[in-house]
């Protein structure tokens, strides 16, 4: 299996069955997870080793972050999905900086220091799959569903969204009630784009730092293969710095945005529980 420059496909392709080389990078990805969280939490102690104190330094930084956003009564619920989210991502997105993935695979004519085009590359960054963030993204608009119906029910979120603000009454009451209907729809519109927005970005910011690591790559790809193998190592390397940053980056804009979204439809919850209690 030769290692050669791999043109960024903008679609993961299949490698078995419906396997494909994103699906792989995700297996791998979630047994990293699963290997280190489980050496983490194996034989926990008082007096923690460097594992599990590794380990609970992340989860009470994330439970914290999360905490400070979606306030102390939904964090509980919200913190798994949001610190899965976040940590898989991240790993994903790095994971995707490392030699090999998206320029390891087959295509004709191939060498070692060739500069032939991956017809498949074995492995492709996740978060490169549209599918992928895609997925992540339904999962999200599902608890968001979940979480705000249980702690506002149906009608606290259809008052919210559409009900008139001020108390105003007669003619101008009358108005107001028709703009904020209004506004209610736009509000709707605009949760239901966030199922466009969310995975675009994410998989946008990553799929563009590939194209650029790839272009380095081949800037000198016509110089001879000496000239060509270095270049391809050493014009991407500050572009790799760029991507290391980016990828925290989309991890914490992905996160961050789904708890805000998460805030946004369940702060106003508690006056509504009261109200039906009474």
Do not use: C
């Amino acid at each position: 299996m030769p290692l050669v420059l791999a043109v960024v496909s903008p679609e993961a392709l299949p490698l078995a069955g419906f396997v494909t080389n994103s699906i792989l990078v995700a297996l791998i990805v979630l047994g990293l997870i699963l290997w280190v969280s489980n050496k983490a939490t194996a034989g926990m102690t008082l007096v923690p080793h460097k594992w599990q104190n590794f380990f609970e330094l992340v989860i009470e930084f994330l439970y914290n972050q999360i905490e400070s956003i979606v306030g102390k009564k939904v964090a509980p619920t919200a913190f798994p999905l949001l610190a899965t989210l976040f940590i898989f991502i991240l790993v994903s997105n790095w994971f995707g900086l490392l030699p090999g993935v998206g320029s390891i695979g087959w295509g004709e004519g191939a060498g070692m220091f060739s500069l032939a085009e991956v017809d498949t590359p074995l492995f492709r960054p996740v978060t490169a799959d549209i599918n992928a963030t895609l997925g992540m993204t339904l999962v999200v608009f599902a608890f968001w569903i979940y979480v705000t119906l249980r702690e506002v029910g149906v009608w606290g979120f259809l008052s919210h969204t559409f009900g008139p603000k001020g108390g105003l009454t007669g003619l101008m009451g009358l108005v107001m009630a028709v703009i904020f209907f209004m506004v209610g729809l736009i509000e709707v519109f605009s949760i239901l784009l966030r199922n466009l927005t969310l995975p675009m970005r994410l998989y946008g910011n990553i799929y563009a730092g590939e194209n650029v690591l790839h272009t380095m790559s081949g800037m000198l790809a016509d110089k001879g293969p000496v000239v060509s193998f270095l270049g391809s190592v050493m014009l991407p390397l500050p572009f790799y710095f760029m991507e290391l940053l980016v990828g925290i980056l989309q991890a914490m804009v992905f996160t961050l945005l789904t708890a805000v979204y998460i805030k946004l439809s369940t702060e106003h919850g508690d006056g509504h529980g009261e109200e039906a209690h009474h």
